[in-house]
C-alpha cells in the first residue's frame, strides 16, 4: 500500500513472509527433520497489521478444508506443505500506548513507513480481539511487550531491543545471538529431606557463567557480536515433586527467587571477570542504562512473596543481587546480558528433565516412539515423588498411577488423599 519511487505501489509485507517461509521450510536444522526455527515479527501499527494477525488463521483453514477432503493431518503432509506461514513463529510487537487503548476502548492508527502519515485508525479492542481470537485458533500471533522490554534493556544507549529469537527468550540488540547453557534445578532438590541446595545451586550457577565466558571466544558465529547466556530447567518438575501447584502463589514465589538467584549470581560473577578482564566493550556508553536494570532487579526481589518461599531461599535472592550490584558499580559486568530462561526442548531430554525450562508438564503421559515402529507410554517420573510427598503409601500411589496411564488424566482418580490437599489449600 506504499508507494514504489519508480511508480506503483509495494506488494507488501505478506508476500516476502510467503517467500522467506518457503525458504526456511526447505532448510532441515542440523540435517534431520526438524524444521529451520525463524521469527517473524510485526509493530501494532504496521499498516499490515491485520493482514499479518489473521494470516495463519486463514491458511489453516486451507487446511482445514484440504484434510476434510482427504489429504493427510500430518503436520509434515501435503495439506500443510501447500499452504504458507508454517515455518515461523509469528509475534506482535505491543505498546503500552496500544494496551492503555485497548483498556480504555480508545482508537488506534497505523502508519505508512516511508511517510509517517496515518494509513488507517482501528478501535483498538478490535484489533485486540482479532489477536485473542487468531491465537486461540491456530497458536498464532503470539505477543511481545516492547514498551517494558525496553524498560528492562541493559544496553540502550547503543539502540533499542526490536525483536527476539524464534522461542523469545532471548531479547538483545539487532545482529547478536546467543549460547545456552541450563542447570537442572531439580538436581539441587534433595529427595529425603525436601530441602533445596542453596550453594550448591549458587555456585553451579557461578561455574555455568564462568565456562560460557570461557567458551564463548572459541566458537564460530555468523557475525562478530554475540551474547552468551544461561538458564535453568525443570522449574515444572521441581514444584510437582514439592507437592506445589504451578499456578500458585508459592510456584511464582519459587520461580521468583530462583530466578533472581541464578540472574543475581550471573551478574555477580560476570563482575567478578570484569574485575580481571575489564568490561565489556560497549560497556562505558551504557553504564548508566546497565546499573538502572541492575538496581531495578534488585528492587523486584522485595516484591517476591516472603510468606510462600522458605526464609532462607528468599534471603539468597536478596544477597546475590547485594552482591551483584555492589560489585557491578565498582568493576562493571562482563557480560551485556547474562541470563535467559530458554524451552530447553533438545537440552532438557538430555539433561533426563521431566519438564522443560519454565514451563509446566504438558501432559502427565507421554507416548514414546520406538525406532522400530510402534510405542509406549511412561508416566511422567515426578508423579510418584510427588504422591509420596503428599502423603500416599506405595499402594495408593501405584493405583492413582496406573489410573493415569489408563484414562491419560488425574480426574476422579482413586485414593484422594483430602487432608493433605487442605493443608496445601487445594480443595
Known amino acids: 500500500m506504499e508507494k514504489l519511487s519508480g511508480g506503483g505501489l509495494s506488494s507488501g509485507l505478506i508476500s516476502f513472509l510467503e517467500v522467506l517461509d518457503r525458504g526456511a521450510g526447505a532448510t532441515k536444522s542440523g540435517g534431520t527433520t526438524r524444521r529451520a526455527a525463524k521469527m517473524c515479527i510485526l509493530d501494532v501499527d504496521h499498516p499490515e497489521i491485520e493482514s499479518f494477525i489473521n494470516w495463519k488463521v486463514r491458511e489453516e483453514k486451507k487446511v482445514a478444508a484440504m484434510i476434510a477432503a482427504g489429504y493427510s493431518s500430518d503436520f ?37 513507513r516511508t511517510t509517517g502519515q496515518v494509513h488507517k485508525t482501528y478501535k483498538a479492542r478490535d484489533l485486540w480481539n482479532q489477536i485473542s481470537f487468531a491465537a486461540w485458533a491456530c497458536a498464532d500471533p503470539g505477543l511481545q511487550f516492547d514498551t517494558t522490554i525496553n524498560d528492562w534493556h541493559t544496553c540502550a544507549a547503543t539502540d533499542r531491543i526490536n525483536a527476539s529469537n524464534p522461542c523469545s527468550e532471548y531479547m538483545f540488540l539487532d545482529d547478536t545471538a546467543c549460547n545456552l547453557a541450563s542447570i537442572n534445578l531439580l538436581k539441587f532438590l534433595d529427595p529425603t529431606t525436601g530441602k533445596f541446595d542453596i550453594e550448591g545451586y549458587r555456585n553451579a550457577c557461578r561455574v555455568s557463567l564462568t565456562a560460557q565466558e570461557i567458551l564463548v571466544d ?11 547466556n544461561m538458564g535453568y530447567a525443570n522449574l515444572g518438575t521441581l514444584l510437582m515433586v514439592q507437592g506445589i501447584p504451578y499456578d500458585s502463589p508459592e510456584g511464582r514465589a519459587w520461580c521468583g527467587a530462583l530466578t533472581a538467584i541464578m540472574t543475581g549470581t550471573a551478574y555477580k560473577t560476570s563482575a ?37 518461599v522458605p526464609a532462607d531461599l528468599f534471603k539468597a535472592a536478596q544477597t546475590s543481587w547485594d552482591e551483584a550490584v555492589a560489585l557491578g558499580e565498582k568493576h562493571g559486568y ?44 511412561i508416566v511422567n517420573q515426578s508423579i510418584p515423588a510427588a504422591l509420596k510427598h503428599l502423603g500416599y503409601n506405595e499402594a495408593e500411589a501405584g493405583g492413582i498411577i496406573e489410573y493415569a496411564m489408563g484414562t491419560l488424566h488425574l480426574r476422579g482418580t482413586p485414593h484422594v488423599n483430602v487432608d493433605s490437599l487442605k493443608a496445601r489449600g487445594l480443595t
Request: with cysteine; net charge positive.
Open 334 to 377: 562482563r557480560n551485556a546480558q547474562a541470563t535467559v530462561l530458554a524451552p530447553t526442548g533438545t537440552i532438557g531430554l538430555l539433561m533426563d528433565c521431566d519438564t522443560t525450562g519454565i514451563e509446566p508438564d504438558f501432559s502427565l503421559v507421554k507416548f514414546k516412539k520406538l525406532a522400530g515402529g510402534g510405542y509406549f507410554k
Open 272 to 308: 567478578e571477570i570484569a574485575k580481571e578482564k575489564g568490561p565489556f566493550p560497549g560497556y562505558a556508553d551504557n553504564q548508566v542504562p546497565f546499573l538502572r536494570v541492575m538496581r531495578k532487579h534488585r528492587k523486584a526481589v522485595d516484591a517476591i512473596s516472603k510468606k510462600h
Open 218 to 228: 572459541y566458537s564460530s558465529y555468523p557475525t562478530e557480536r554475540i551474547a552468551k
Open 76 to 112: 509434515n503432509g501435503d495439506a500443510y506443505r501447500t499452504v504458507a506461514g508454517q515455518n515461523s513463529n509469528n509475534s506482535i510487537r505491543v505498546t503500552d500506548e496500544f494496551l492503555e487503548a485497548v483498556q480504555k476502548d480508545g482508537d488506534w492508527q497505523t502508519t505508512f
